[in-house]
Each structure stands twice: as C-alpha cells, then as structure tokens.
C-alpha cells in the first residue's frame, strides 16, 4: 500500500508539491490580512479593505516564490527573467483578488473573511495555471 502511495506520488509530485506548498502560501496570506484587518486596518472601509489584501498579497507572493521554485517547480531557469513572469502573473492574480474582494465585500456586503476564502480558491487554481504554463515552462 505504501509503495503505491508513493508511487502516485512520484508521478505526481510536481501536484503534490504544489497543493501543500499552495495551502501554506494561501495560509500566509489569509493569517497576515486577517492579522491586517483586527489590529491597523478597518474592512469596512474599501480603502482600507484594499491595503489590507494588497499588504498580505505582497507577504504571499514572496513565500510563494521562493517555495514553488526550490520544492514544486524545482526550476534552473535564470531567476531574475522567472521572477519577473511570477510577480506579474501574480499581479494579474492580485487584480482578480482585488475585483473579487470588491465585488464580495463592498457591493454585495458579503463578510470580508468568508469573501477571502472564496476569492484564494480562484485565485490558488488561476496561480498554478499561470506558474506552471507561463513562469516555469520547461525549455
């Protein structure tokens, strides 16, 4: 039974890697906004409500960057032409985070934090679409 778990694994790995290294990404960004939103910055103003994700976004980009090159990708590229593709697919991201959260929160007076869990799922598949297709490509 192991050996076959680890052999979906192997098969698998770059998935695998990805899932668990996405969760702890969407963890630093959901616990640093929630942290934003409780102690500086107030949700229920949209400006503020902006700073806050916007803030937790750059802390998760970051974690982000640096665990999907060493454990998911395990990418040889030239790091500075890689890094630029990741931080602006992430911004596309960011913008879709940015929409969603608007849309959610301010328009549909939808709770901020359940808004953020919603928006990180899209937002989760659309960065593995766009890591694993326009930032990673193998040669």
């Known amino acids: 039974m192991i050996n076959k778990l680890f052999s979906v694994y192997k098969k698998k790995k770059e998935v695998f890697n990805y899932l668990i290294v996405g969760c702890l990404t969407t ?22 409500l902006q700073i806050a994700n916007v803030l937790s976004w750059i802390l998760a980009v970051l974690f982000a960057y640096f665990t999907n090159r060493k454990f998911v990708f395990e990418s040889k590229n030239n790091k500075l032409s890689e890094f630029i593709k990741f931080i602006l697919s992430r911004i596309s991201t960011l913008l879709v985070d940015m929409f969603c959260m608007f849309c959610f929160v ?13 928006v990180q799922v899209i937002v989760f598949i659309l960065n593995y679409i766009f890591s694993k297709f326009i930032v990673k490509k193998k040669k």
Do not use: M
Request: charged share 15%.
């Open 27 to 48: 963890l630093v960004g959901l616990v640093s906004y929630y942290l934003f939103v409780s102690t500086l910055l107030d949700p229920d103003n949209a400006f503020e």
């Open 106 to 118: 301010t328009v549909l007076s939808i709770n901020d934090k359940i808004s953020k869990l919603i």
